[in-house]
């Protein structure tokens, strides 16, 4: 999330750096070696099955059991070693998402319609057969992670959802993560990481059926291995690290801000934070609030290193530059807190999902209550793409419909062009109706 060296030469003057990101690169850069490492891991899993992902697991999670699968008794009792008030908000997090989902779902509809006489047209929504989710339970396990992919999935129709998730230091799966997926419909849940659980997943290793589609965030190795397979597989997005950004105007408090901007840096050190206001005095007051709250915040080895390397404050005229900025930053998240909220809403266009007012936080939604989709685009993705949302794992499969009476117009029209192009067999297939329609 930064703007381009082309945006900023064009557009220098519309805005000013109160504050400027401490590394000159892109904050998602792919890494050789993580490529040059994914490439040759995915060869061997290929062509030595589920031996190479049993050897990898033995040296990259520590783990060699006799069985991946977390056992159906295992999975439901998973939320048993939970505390109550824990497992009761994973519950709610998984309705709101799965209600959003419906929500979607009620919009996507059918349909068939006669656009010339004789000539039908229609499209029908199919659901993917076979889902693979990664369910990331790392230092900061992402329990809402299943309510996004596998949940969702559920709603789709997906008749099957299987899931991978790393072991604990102590072996089996986290507590959390299984009882969110439990919760959220999966069908079989494995307890594998890394790269060689998504070949595993993508090259039906598992026991399993190969999976048409893989889902889910996880770190580099993780994301290159998705880039990878992906044409085996289908993917839902390519993201890179966890971004925030705010516009925010003399109304919005300082303190809220500087909170939701650390809130996300907290994901990882290499996670952009970016505040964009038409007030300087705010955006001074939210750099001072950023240094004072990571005095105190018990993940400040985090959130530090990130807000130095890849936070930045940029200062704008008018409510029109602050849109142009975002849209060229285009976020994963992105919050308004200023007096005019409902116009940035009208106006803004590039980000994964949008947080309106400064009673909406973005933490809402990573922890799955808001109910919308997390698994959102970065790194600019949000200017040409949308997060991952029911229709995803729905194939809209277009249809038609031809009359006898409806063959003339089209297979002349189809004449003419097959010959303009040379294409003789695709010619006779109209010439051939016709014949057939003048006897």
């Not at 050789?32 to 697991?57: Q, S």
Request: glycine fraction near 8%; charged fraction near 20%; proline fraction near 5%.
């Amino acid at each position: 999330m930064k703007l381009s060296p082309r945006f900023v030469t064009q557009h220098s003057s519309r805005f000013t750096a109160l504050k400027s990101p401490g590394v000159d690169a892109p904050e998602a850069q792919r890494d050789p070696r993580v490529a040059e490492t994914v490439t040759a891991m995915l060869l061997d899993i290929e062509k030595n099955g589920i031996d190479a992902v049993r050897r990898y697991a033995r040296e990259l999670d520590g783990s060699d059991p006799a069985d991946f699968e977390l056992s159906a008794a295992d999975l439901a009792a998973s939320g048993t070693r939970l505390d109550t008030e824990l497992r009761e908000a994973i519950e709610l997090g998984s309705a709101r998402t799965k209600e959003f989902a419906r929500l979607q779902l009620d919009h996507l509809s059918d349909f068939e319609a006669e656009i010339v006489p004789g000539l039908v047209v229609g499209q029908k929504y199919v659901p993917v057969g076979n889902v693979g989710a990664y369910l990331p339970a790392g230092r900061f396990p992402l329990t809402a992670s299943a309510f996004m992919t596998v949940g969702v999935a559920k709603v789709a129709g997906v008749p099957s959802v299987i899931g991978s998730t790393p072991p604990q230091p102590g072996g089996g799966a986290n507590s959390a993560v299984a009882y969110a997926a439990y919760v959220s419909g999966i069908d079989h849940l494995y307890v594998v990481g890394g790269v060689q659980a998504l070949a595993a997943m993508a090259f039906g290793l598992l026991g399993q059926d190969p999976v048409d589609m893989i889902v889910g965030a996880g770190n580099a190795y993780v994301a290159e291995a998705k880039r990878q397979l992906f044409g085996t597989v289908a993917i839902d997005l390519l993201a890179g690290p966890s971004e925030v950004a705010v516009i925010a105007d003399e109304t919005a408090d300082p303190e809220i801000v500087a909170a939701d901007l650390l809130g996300q840096a907290e994901h990882g050190p290499n996670s952009p934070a970016a505040l964009v206001t038409t007030s300087e005095r705010l955006g001074r007051d939210v750099v001072a609030a950023v240094d004072r709250q990571l005095e105190t915040l018990s993940t400040a080895s985090i959130c530090g290193p990130a807000w130095r390397d890849f936070g930045s404050v940029l200062l704008v005229e008018s409510k029109e530059d602050a849109v142009l900025v975002m849209d060229e930053l285009a976020p994963e998240h992105l919050e308004i807190q200023t007096a005019d909220d409902d116009w940035y809403h009208a106006h803004l266009t590039n980000y994964g999902s949008l947080f309106v007012g400064p009673w909406s936080t973005v933490a809402y939604s990573d922890k799955g209550m808001a109910g919308t989709n997390h698994t959102l685009p970065t790194a600019g993705g949000a200017k040409h793409s949308a997060g991952l949302s029911v229709s995803r794992y729905l194939k809209p499969l277009t249809f038609q419909k031809i009359s006898r009476e409806a063959t003339p117009e089209l297979a002349v029209a189809v004449e003419v062009i097959s010959a303009s192009e040379g294409m003789s067999a695709h010619e006779a297939t109209a010439t051939m109706r016709l014949r057939s329609y003048a006897n």
